[in-house]
């Protein structure tokens, strides 16, 4: 979508836009708040600015939606398609890799109480097992904090990729 498209969507439908980003109800209203955007840089910095506010409870609202590493997302929205573009490294991941970090999510959420999040997009599945392995030596505290920055590298990797700029006037809006 370009970015004047975006701009215009009645307020609804860019919240439905935006919550594929990141499932944070209040973030979502703010980033369409904040429109018109000049640039999708302008979109990028205002969205990661107020990502960098999300505490414990918008994370927790987030994971509400966000499936396993390694289990194949379900159902067939725009969230569940991102999340299968983001882990399309996990099927092509060795059995013994899919084992630990099956393993190492049950861990985790025995540990954390929740999924373990990771920017998948651009890691191999053992730099993945690595992270988790890693993470599960956290405190509480900060692995909010790690888990928080993946969210948010995760909502700005699928605003980049769902947001272009204009170019219908051949150049960047």
Do not use: C, K
């Not at 960098?52 to 987030?62: F, G, S, Y």
Request: charged share 30%; proline share 5%; net charge negative.
């Amino acid at each position: 979508m370009e970015l004047t498209q975006f701009n215009a969507l009645p307020p609804a439908e860019a919240i439905e836009v935006v919550s594929v980003w990141a499932r944070v109800p209040a973030w979502a209203e703010a980033v369409v708040a904040a429109r018109p955007f000049g640039s999708v840089e302008d979109l990028e910095a205002a969205a990661d600015r107020l990502a960098r506010a999300w505490r414990r409870p918008e994370l927790d609202a987030a994971l509400a939606h966000h499936p396993r590493i390694g289990e194949r997302p379900r159902g067939e929205g725009a969230e569940a398609n991102a999340s299968r573009r983001e882990q399309s490294a996990m099927t092509d991941a060795a059995a013994s890799v899919a084992e630990q970090i099956a393993a190492g999510n049950a861990s985790y959420e025995e540990r954390f109480g929740r999924v373990f999040l990771i920017r998948a997009a651009g890691r191999a599945p053992e730099e993945i097992l690595a992270e988790l392995q890693r993470r599960l030596n956290n405190t509480a505290d900060a692995e909010v904090d790690e888990a928080l920055d993946q969210l948010r590298q995760i909502a700005m990797l699928r605003l980049r990729g769902d947001i272009d700029s204009d170019t219908s006037t051949g150049e960047p809006a």
